[in-house]
């Protein structure tokens, strides 16, 4: 594309292609001082010339005629170049044209690329003035001219061809890029071919219409120089040699000024008219652009005010993290250090009774011995008069002494007894005090506990707020950076309105001094009229020539009336014409299809032939296989049987030879209308004739024109040869200065254009990694969440399953002293221990309430994902696939019955209509059943497999044309059979489809077989339609090519296509929708036997 832009440059165009006389004769750097020339040529002078530019037009009609892109552009003149081109009377109608030069145009069919230049459609603005200019009853009257007055110089020749080899080459360039495979298949060249394609058609009827008018033109023409040389032969033969040398200026040239004038006058006022609507559009677009950075502002300092509490709630988010963070550290501490109280109380409390016990029993042992002696010592009676008296009363004294000491020690250790009990219940209060402490603090343990799930909450709401604001935060992003797009277009749109703006003020200037110096040229035309008109008065010669006048005037109301009368007969000629070529055009056609008809006939017997053959092939075999067995049987079977088939050949062999015989008279009657339509030539020749009879009693009609008209014709031609001029240079110089501003507009839109998509495409890129970030932030935060609460209930659960155990043990050691008072705290610490089994089943509850929330949480994302995809159907990766019809072929002359061999009857069909063959094709289906059963509302889960998508699973929940679906990779198969205990599949509900890909122009067909369990079942054909995704837009052309591949069958579509929507987009899951319908069909028509045997072996 770039090099058609690079080599059809304004310049050249104007310069070598333009068949006008605007752009062929002043194209050269001396065209003023042609034009001051020409204004000092006489008379004679001037007639030379304009025999030397008819001469030209002549030539220059000739040789353009035969360039089709050529006569497009001259079909894109300006009103007043037309007029100069074709030359007509002001009687006849002009042929509508654009009024500007257009742009070249690459257009192609969808078959094959083939280069075209078309016109580009008008504005509403150009429409407008087109009808403006072109109403004769608001308007003066253009002045026309004749058809030759065409001037093509002869130093522009060698450049025009040097301009026509270069178009060729840049043709050449064009059609070898379009011959490429990639460009000619992108989406928008298909778009712009579909436009080009109208545009085509359009410009062929302007050609046709332009030529037309070109030939009625050049009848005219040479009609009225037929008049005008006999007018001068009779001007020569009565005309007084006394004014030979004079110039008069009759009164049509001085209409003719003041009708240029006018007409420029009119341009004025129209480019000052569009100045001023110029002039309204920038002011609304200035108004534009303030009110959009007006919310471009409100929407920043929205964007600014709003992000300050984000960064607050991210800050109370840290804080409220660090917070728990602490607290579970301090319960932690606060745990810990309740353990080892409670173990250092127990341990003090163990060895302090143990004391206790052995010093009292030590002192009960004591006290029972010196008991026992002072018995013992009691019961023995003393003899004083013993020897041994004296020793045992020292003896005495020694026990009594002993027996004061044990006293005062007994004292004592009753004294540390009372100090032991006093240390002993001072234990037993700090005990208790310590079981008090303990209480609170698991109280304080507990109140920190809700306080840490009151924190969580307000953690998982501020993440929520953090996410509601990250979304708002890219909404407003998305909002800006399409506000600067709109900006940035409205600044491009504004650039180039003040540059046409100032065009339009410098071709404003420079037709404004035109019209000045046409005023001054008009004055003296005025003057030079005044002085002609005294003289002609004076003359004896006025009178002769009113009567003369006169009798013109009759003759000419003759002439219309002889001419009414030869358009009337021509008309009705023309009319009986058109209706026997439409008559012979319809014959024509009916044999067409006649024929057609017959082709496919003849088409369908062969195919029967050669099933009747192999048929034949077929029996044959098995009568050698069974001449063993059954002689006398087997010459019967086979005499019999190849009798029928060979009447049977004989019978369809008469049916061709009848149809080719009906053939050959088809083509008699086609060659014999051809003739005819020859004969209607030769017809047309006669009538042409008698054309040329009326046109020259037309010139002899007007021999009888005088004198005058042959000096105003002179001072006429005069004024029309400056007029021309200084018309031409006028619009030679307007069409290049809009050439230039499209040019330039068109470089800019363009650039723009491509500036706006590189932008576009880097947003979506970065909006995309910015997407896959924030999801791998929130699976990183989801996962560290989990851990973090996993974490904690482990440790929940085991300090819960310590103080338990430590429960245990306690309660093991209390009741081992069965006294009252361990019973008592035997069963405070059975209540204890009851609450923190309690509190370790609540743990336990909520572990699993977090599990569930979180599957939840991946159920619902799950579902998330279905809906996107299913609202974005058309923008999956494979939703630029064209839209296809499934079709079930069944052989028409086999009544229902189906075999193998209907494949390869569709096989020949499909080659015999110029297919090729690509490669093979194959598509799976399984069905899985939910085990709940049909009462669960569960629907079955059909799972797809394609040869075209390799990577890809399709699934379809349920069997309407409204489930739901999912669009995955293969992993999504593999997840699906690991789920046994919720779906089953049985063998019968499993379908495999084989066969062949075709390619043919913009379509691909599809032919497989479809077989259950091993077994044929049906073939089934696909046929996609590429270039377009919309259903209802190419609904009669999939109509049309596939009823002439499959007959009857295909006369409808099928009935999941004819229930999508108008707008619907098209997409893969709506293929294979149709095929599980097919498939469903399929499964019927089993049987329910093989149904109820898989059942029973899925039951067992």
């Known amino acids: 594309m770039s090099t058609a832009g690079s080599a059809l440059k304004p310049s050249s165009v104007l310069s070598g292609m333009l068949p006008s006389p605007s752009n062929f004769y002043y194209q050269n750097n001396d065209a003023a001082e042609d034009q001051k020339n020409a204004e000092r040529t006489s008379g004679s002078h001037r007639r030379r010339l304009l025999g030397r530019m008819r001469h030209h037009s002549s030539c220059d009609d000739q040789g353009l005629s035969s360039y089709?892109?050529?006569?497009?552009?001259?079909?894109?003149?300006?009103?007043?170049?037309?007029?100069?081109?074709?030359?007509?009377?002001?009687?006849?109608?002009?042929?509508?044209?654009?009024?500007?030069?257009?742009?070249?145009?690459?257009?192609?069919?969808?078959?094959?690329?083939?280069?075209?230049?078309?016109?580009?459609?008008?504005?509403?603005?150009?429409?407008?003035d087109q009808n403006s200019i072109a109403d004769g009853s608001n308007l003066r009257e253009v002045p026309t001219l004749e058809a030759g007055q065409k001037v093509f110089g002869q130093h522009f020749s060698p450049e025009y061809e040097l301009l026509r080899r270069?178009?060729?080459?840049?043709?050449?360039?064009?059609?070898?890029?379009?011959?490429?495979?990639?460009?000619?298949?992108s989406p928008e060249l298909k778009k712009e071919r579909a436009l080009r394609k109208e545009e085509a058609t359009k410009l062929l009827m302007l050609q046709d219409q332009l030529k037309m008018a070109v030939l009625n033109s050049q009848k005219?023409?040479?009609?009225?120089e037929q008049m005008q040389a006999q007018l001068r032969f009779q001007c020569g033969n009565t005309r007084p040699m006394c004014y030979v040398g004079e110039e008069s200026i009759p009164a049509d040239e001085f209409q003719t000024v003041c009708q240029e004038r006018d007409l420029y006058r009119r341009d004025y006022m129209l480019s000052a008219e569009a100045i001023k609507q110029l002039e309204f559009q920038l002011e609304s677009q200035r108004q534009s652009l303030l009110r959009k950075d007006e919310s471009v502002k409100r929407l920043l300092e929205a964007f600014h005010s709003k992000g300050l509490p984000s960064g607050r709630s991210s800050v109370e988010l840290e804080l409220a993290q660090s917070r728990v963070l602490d607290l579970e550290a301090r319960c932690n501490q606060l745990e810990s250090h309740c353990t080892e109280l409670e173990a250092a109380l127990a341990k003090k409390g163990y060895y302090a009774q143990s004391d206790?016990?052995?010093?009292?029993?030590?002192?009960?042992?004591?006290?029972?011995?010196?008991?026992?002696?002072?018995?013992?010592?009691?019961?023995?009676?003393r003899d004083f008069a013993d020897k041994g008296a004296v020793v045992v009363d020292q003896e005495y004294q020694r026990v009594r002494l002993q027996a004061e000491k044990l006293e005062l020690e007994l004292g004592q250790k009753s004294i540390e007894i009372q100090a032991l009990y006093t240390r002993l219940s001072t234990a037993e209060e700090s005990a208790s005090d310590f079981k008090k402490h303990l209480e609170l603090v698991k109280e304080s343990n507990a109140n920190k506990e809700q306080q840490l799930n009151l924190l969580q909450a307000d953690i998982d709401a501020l993440r929520g707020k953090l996410e509601a604001k990250n979304e708002q935060i890219d909404q407003k992003a998305q909002q800006m950076t399409e506000l600067q797009a709109d900006k940035n277009r409205i600044t491009s749109e504004l650039n180039l309105l003040?540059?046409?703006?100032?065009?339009?003020?410098?071709?404003?200037?420079?037709?404004?001094?035109?019209?000045?110096?046409?005023?001054?040229?008009?004055?003296?035309?005025?003057?030079?009229?005044?002085?002609?008109?005294?003289?002609?008065?004076?003359?004896?010669?006025?009178?002769?020539?009113?009567?003369?006048?006169?009798?013109?005037?009759?003759?000419?109301?003759?002439?219309?009336?002889?001419?009414?009368?030869?358009?009337?007969?021509?008309?009705?000629?023309?009319?009986?014409?058109?209706?026997?070529?439409?008559?012979?055009?319809?014959?024509?056609?009916?044999?067409?299809?006649?024929?057609?008809?017959?082709?496919?006939?003849?088409?369908?017997?062969?195919?029967?032939?050669?099933?009747?053959?192999?048929?034949?092939?077929?029996?044959?075999?098995?009568?050698?296989?069974?001449?063993?067995?059954?002689?006398?049987?087997?010459?019967?079977?086979?005499?019999?049987?190849?009798?029928?088939?060979?009447?049977?050949?004989?019978?369809?062999?008469?049916?061709?030879?009848?149809?080719?015989?009906?053939?050959d008279r088809l083509l008699k009657i086609v060659h014999a209308m051809e003739k005819e339509q020859e004969d209607g030539g030769g017809h047309?020749?006669?009538?042409?004739?008698?054309?040329?009879?009326?046109?020259?009693?037309?010139?002899?009609?007007?021999?009888?024109?005088?004198?005058?008209?042959?000096?105003?014709?002179?001072?006429?031609?005069?004024?029309?040869?400056?007029?021309?001029?200084?018309?031409?240079?006028?619009?030679?110089?307007?069409?290049?200065?809009?050439?230039?501003?499209?040019?330039?507009?068109?470089?800019?839109?363009?650039?723009?254009?491509?500036?706006q998509v590189d932008q576009l495409s880097s947003q979506l890129k970065q909006l995309m990694q910015e997407r896959q970030e924030k999801e791998h932030?929130?699976?990183?935060?989801?996962?560290?969440?989990?851990?973090?609460?996993?974490?904690?209930m482990k440790l929940k659960e085991e300090s819960l399953l310590a103080a338990i155990g430590e429960k245990d043990a306690h309660i093991a050691l209390l009741e081992s002293s069965q006294s009252q008072k361990s019973v008592e705290e035997v069963e405070h610490l059975q209540r204890q221990k009851d609450k923190l089994l309690r509190r370790l089943k609540e743990v336990n509850a909520q572990r699993i309430n977090i599990f569930n929330e979180q599957s939840d949480q991946l159920d619902q994302l799950t579902t998330e994902l279905k809906t996107?995809?299913?609202?974005?159907?058309?923008?999956?990766?494979?939703?630029?696939?064209?839209?296809?019809?499934?079709?079930?072929?069944?052989?028409?002359?086999?009544?229902?019955?189906?075999?193998?061999?209907?494949?390869?009857?569709?096989?020949?069909?499909?080659?015999?209509?110029?297919?090729?063959?690509?490669?093979?094709?194959?598509?799976?289906?399984?069905?899985?059943?939910?085990?709940?059963?049909?009462?669960?509302?569960?629907?079955?889960?059909?799972?797809?497999?394609?040869?075209?998508?390799?990577?890809?699973?399709?699934?379809?929940?349920?069997?309407?044309?409204?489930?739901?679906?999912?669009?995955a990779d293969l992993m999504f198969f593999q997840l699906i059979k690991k789920l046994q205990g919720a779906y089953v599949t049985k063998p019968i509900s499993k379908v495999e489809c084989r066969g062949k890909k075709y390619k043919l122009a913009d379509f691909a067909i599809r032919a497989s077989v479809a077989s259950i369990l091993g077994s044929f079942k049906a073939v089934l054909v696909e046929i996609e339609y590429t270039p377009c995704i919309i259903p209802s837009l190419c609904a009669d052309l999939m109509k049309e090519f596939c009823s002439d591949m499959l007959g009857k069958m295909a006369a409808s579509p099928p009935a999941y296509i004819a229930g999508m929507r108008s707008n619907q987009g098209y997409a893969p899951i709506d293929t294979m929708h149709q095929y599980q319908y097919h498939f469903q069909r399929l499964r019927r028509t089993t049987g329910t036997g093989a149904l109820s045997q898989t059942c029973a072996a899925t039951a067992e």
Not at 220 to 224: C, D, E, L, R, S
């Open 684 to 755: 047309v020749n006669h009538t042409q004739t008698r054309r040329k009879i009326t046109g020259v009693l037309d010139t002899v009609v007007m021999h009888k024109d005088k004198r005058i008209e042959e000096l105003e014709e002179a001072l006429k031609e005069s004024v029309s040869i400056t007029a021309e001029r200084e018309i031409a240079v006028a619009q030679h110089k307007q069409l290049c200065h809009q050439l230039e501003q499209r040019s330039a507009g068109q470089k800019a839109q363009l650039k723009a254009l491509q500036e």
């Open 220 to 224: 005219q023409t040479a009609v009225i």
């Open 868 to 967: 996107s995809s299913a609202v974005a159907g058309t923008d999956q990766p494979f939703g630029k696939m064209g839209v296809s019809w499934v079709y079930q072929y069944s052989d028409p002359d086999k009544a229902g019955r189906y075999d193998q061999q209907e494949m390869s009857v569709v096989e020949n069909i499909i080659e015999q209509m110029g297919a090729t063959n690509v490669g093979v094709y194959s598509l799976d289906a399984e069905t899985f059943y939910p085990v709940a059963g049909p009462a669960s509302n569960q629907k079955p889960l059909h799972v797809f497999h394609c040869s075209d998508y390799p990577a890809s699973t399709f699934a379809i929940s349920g069997d309407s044309a409204d489930a739901a679906y999912v669009a």
């Open 498 to 663: 003040t540059e046409q703006f100032k065009l339009n003020e410098v071709s404003l200037s420079t037709a404004e001094k035109k019209i000045e110096l046409l005023e001054e040229t008009i004055r003296e035309r005025d003057c030079e009229l005044e002085l002609m008109r005294r003289r002609i008065n004076f003359t004896p010669a006025v009178i002769q020539e009113k009567e003369l006048q006169d009798e013109i005037t009759r003759l000419n109301n003759e002439c219309n009336v002889w001419r009414q009368q030869f358009g009337e007969e021509q008309e009705r000629r023309t009319l009986e014409r058109k209706s026997t070529s439409e008559q012979h055009e319809k014959e024509a056609n009916d044999l067409r299809l006649a024929i057609t008809s017959l082709q496919k006939e003849i088409g369908d017997r062969q195919v029967f032939i050669e099933s009747q053959t192999e048929k034949i092939n077929d029996l044959d075999r098995q009568v050698t296989t069974l001449h063993t067995e059954n002689a006398e049987l087997r010459q019967l079977t086979k005499s019999n049987g190849i009798d029928v088939l060979k009447a049977e050949i004989a019978r369809l062999n008469d049916a061709l030879l009848e149809s080719h015989s009906e053939i």
């Open 68 to 128: 089709p892109f050529l006569m497009n552009l001259d079909a894109q003149a300006t009103p007043i170049e037309r007029q100069v081109d074709v030359g007509h009377s002001r009687n006849s109608s002009a042929v509508p044209r654009s009024t500007s030069l257009p742009k070249a145009h690459l257009s192609s069919h969808l078959s094959h690329g083939n280069l075209f230049y078309g016109q580009q459609p008008l504005s509403a603005r150009e429409v407008a």
């Open 356 to 381: 206790k016990n052995a010093v009292i029993q030590k002192l009960e042992a004591d006290v029972a011995h010196y008991e026992q002696e002072l018995k013992r010592m009691q019961s023995n009676e």
């Open 777 to 792: 932030t929130i699976q990183t935060l989801r996962m560290e969440r989990k851990r973090h609460l996993e974490d904690a």
């Open 166 to 185: 270069e178009w060729q080459s840049t043709v050449e360039k064009l059609n070898a890029t379009m011959n490429s495979i990639k460009s000619f298949w």
